[in-house]
């Protein structure tokens, strides 16, 4: 067996950091439900891309961050996004050789529960519905799909991350 050691970890983390902090940029109240969900594509790249190094650990960790920052129920984001990460992996080695826009669909079912498991924990706590215009922010994560992958593909090979 050969030995690779693991480099770059500053990027992935760099990737989260700057999917975090597009997730709490200020936006008029209006374009609010259409923000991406920055984190989810981030944490969706990473766990196709390096499964061995970003899974449901990373994916629980970036959603406890993701309460903290958004001032959300602790816990609801890390729950959502641990179960995204599991999916991921699960499904990585076939989706990984999809076409761009058949991935993009595989995204958008992925987001879509991160949707659902948001939706239920709030429904549990008693929080009101939020309205069909919740399940815009997975349409457009999935829209722009070949552009987070091309983009953290080129970072990936451009700083041998492996």
């Known amino acids: 067996m050969i030995f690779i050691p693991h480099r770059g970890g500053k990027v992935i983390v760099f990737t989260f950091a700057l999917a975090m902090v597009l997730t709490i940029a200020p936006l008029p109240e209006s374009l609010h ?4 969900d920055w984190v989810g594509l981030v944490l ?12 449901v650990f990373s994916g629980w960790l970036a959603g406890l961050l993701l309460d903290v920052l958004t001032s959300g129920l602790l816990g609801q984001h890390a729950l ?3 179960l995204v990460a599991y999916l991921t992996i699960k499904i990585h080695q076939q989706v990984r050789v999809f076409p761009l826009w058949q991935q993009a669909l ?11 498991v948001l939706l239920w924990t709030n429904s549990v706590i ?15 994560g999935a829209a722009i799909w ?16 492996r």
């Open 44 to 55: 969706i790249y990473w766990c196709f891309a390096l499964p061995e190094r970003v899974g």
């Open 146 to 161: 070949p552009l987070i992958y091309s983009l953290l593909r080129a970072l990936r090979h451009g700083f041998s991350v």
């Open 80 to 82: 959502a996004l641990c």
């Open 106 to 116: 595989a995204v958008l079912i992925l987001l879509a529960v991160h949707q659902l």
């Open 33 to 36: 439900a259409y923000r991406p």
């Open 126 to 140: 008693g929080r009101p519905g939020p309205g069909l215009i919740f399940w815009i922010a997975p349409l457009i």
